[in-house]
Every structure is written in C-alpha cells, then in structure tokens.
C-alpha cells in the first residue's frame, strides 16, 4: 500500500483528469452507435448534456469542495451512473461487464493505490476480453463493443482505488490528530500537576513566615497573601487575594511605599507605618522591593509588615 496525501488542488485536478478520459470514452462510443442512437435521440440529446454539465460544475466547483473523501464519493456515484447507462446506451451493457465492473472496484479499493489499480484494471480489462472472447463464444461481443467497454473498467479501477487512497488518508489524519491530542492533553495535565506542586510549596513557603507575606505582580494585584497577614491586618485571605492592593482598606501608608516602589523605585526597608483602622491601628516594620527573574526583569513586588515587640 501506497500513501500519498492529495492536496484539495491535486484531487480536484484528478478527479477531472478521470472524467475527462469518461467523456472521452462515451463520445467516443457515441460516435460509434451514432446511427443506432438516432433512434433515441432524445434521451441521447439529454444523457450527452448531463454529461456536459457535469463537467462544467465539477471544473468551476471551488477547490475547498475537494477537501476531504466526500467529494470523491460524489463524483464516483456520478460517474457510475454515466458508466452504467452509458455503456447501455451506447454499447452492451451485460452481465459479465457488470461482474468485472464490481470486481474492479473491489480490488482497487483493496489496494489503496492508484499506482496499482493501472495494473489492476489492465488484468481486469483483459479478463473480460478473455472471458467474451473466449468464453462467451454462446452470447458473443463484437470486437468493438468489447473494446468500448474496456475504458469504463479502467476508469471505475482508477476513481475506487483514488477514493481507497482518500479514505486512507483521512483515518491517518484522524489518527495523527488523535495521537497529538494525547499528547497534549498529557502535557497539560502534567504541566497542571506542576503548577500545583508549586502553588502548594509557595502556599507552604508564605505560611512558614511570622511576619506578614504579601506578594504582588507588578501591576499591584495581590497573588500571595499568608495567614498572618490575615491576622495582622484582619482581612482574609480569599478577598485579598486577586484583589489591587489599593482596594484593601487599612493599608494607605503601605499603599504609599509600593507607589513610590513602582514609580520612584525606590525600596522601602524597616520602615515604620501605620496599617489597620485609626483605634485598632498598628504599627509595623516596612518592607517593599522588586521580584525579578533571572533576566533581571521585574515581575512583581514583595512587601513584608513586622511587628514591634
């Protein structure tokens, strides 16, 4: 087997290279039962233009319509029809024709390559030569009819053995985005479980503080908040956390050391403030300076708040 991935704009260059060799072919089994169709002219009037308009769409038809394997089964149903009533019409359309018809389709989509089912429909084709030459001397073909015929089997190898190809790869396509789903979601869940592991160490980490932890991104959003901040400036912790440090009230002389921080850069150490509400105020030791990163970037801002003992 044979794997090849068709672009949209190879497989509708393709599949019209297929059914320009099926109007070939009819035209030229037209051309041959020309006196017989007049007969049916009509019907043969309207099968020619169907034909011609098929070709028509199928040639403007964009080419994001040749995405996928549905458009191949589209066009195949079509073109067994033109087959089959084609070759009623213009031809012998007998029972052997139609077993090596379905034959051909069988093997071909065995096969799953185009490359192969040239082969394929030359040993078919030759099987039906042989088979009305040879074996169906009781109910013989003339030559010619037998020679009309033998495109119709190679085209229906060629369209099977395209849709087998298709179809092919569009499960190893399912199968490769499967398989990278797995492993991204893998990778998710695994990058998750370490994100955890370190937001329980940092949660671990500010508790083994005394003094009070707060931590900010570079913006003023608290993102760490320990319990004895809690404690200290009576504010839990599940309100504070995700909250603009300016919002949390009995904090404006801290909020003052983390303006000029960010602004001034100047960092703050030990120095003495007021935190909490007039009455119930408290005075503490100061500290505010930048977080970096190993670049020297910064990404946030630690403020501590000591008790005087």
Same mark, same amino acid.
């Given at each position: ?31 041959y ?5 007049l ?62 018809i379905? #034959? !051909?389709?069988?093997?071909s +989509?065995?096969?799953q390559?185009? $490359? ?5 429909? %030359?040993?078919? @084709? ?9 074996l ?17 089997i ?7 053995s ?15 985005i499967?398989?990278?789903?797995e492993l ?43 319990s ?19 919002? #949390? !009230?009995?904090?404006?002389? +801290?909020?003052?050391?983390?303006? $000029?921080?960010r602004?001034?850069?100047? %960092?703050?150490? @030990?120095?003495?403030i ?12 100061a500290?505010?300076?930048?977080i ?18």
């Amino acid at each position: 087997m044979i794997n090849v991935e068709y672009t949209k704009e190879e497989t509708k260059k393709y599949l019209n290279y297929i059914r320009i060799v099926l109007s070939f072919s009819l035209i030229l089994a037209w051309i041959y039962s020309f006196d017989f169709l007049l007969e049916k002219l009509t019907f043969t009037i309207i099968f020619i233009s169907l034909l011609v308009i098929s070709n028509i769409i199928f040639i403007l038809l964009p080419e994001k319509f040749y995405s996928g394997v549905k458009i191949n089964y589209i066009v195949f149903i079509v073109d067994m029809a033109f087959i089959i009533i084609g070759a009623q019409l213009f031809t012998v359309n007998d029972l052997r024709f139609i077993v090596c018809i379905f #034959l !051909a389709i069988f093997i071909s +989509a065995i096969s799953q390559s185009v $490359k192969m089912s040239i082969l394929i429909a %030359i040993v078919v @084709d030759s099987l039906y030569f042989f088979i009305n030459t040879e074996l169906g001397k009781s109910q013989p073909l003339s030559y010619e009819m037998i020679l009309l015929n033998l495109p119709f089997i190679f085209i229906v190898s060629i369209h099977s053995s395209f849709i087998a190809e298709k179809a092919n790869q569009e499960v190893l396509k399912r199968k490769e985005i499967e398989r990278m789903n797995e492993l991204l979601t893998k990778g998710v869940i695994t990058k998750s479980r370490k994100l955890s592991d370190i937001t329980d160490f940092l949660d671990d980490l500010s508790e083994s503080f005394l003094d009070a932890l707060i931590v900010l991104d570079i913006e003023g959003v608290v993102k760490i908040f320990n319990s004895a901040a809690e404690n200290m400036l009576n504010i839990k912790k599940n309100k504070a956390i995700n909250s603009p440090l300016k919002d #949390l !009230a009995g904090l404006s002389a +801290a909020k003052d050391i983390i303006m $000029k921080l960010r602004f001034e850069n100047k %960092i703050t150490k @030990d120095e003495l403030i007021d935190v909490g509400y007039d009455n119930k105020s408290l005075k503490v030791y100061a500290t505010a300076t930048f977080i970096t990163n190993k670049e020297g970037n910064k990404i946030g801002i630690l403020l501590l708040l000591r008790k005087i003992y």
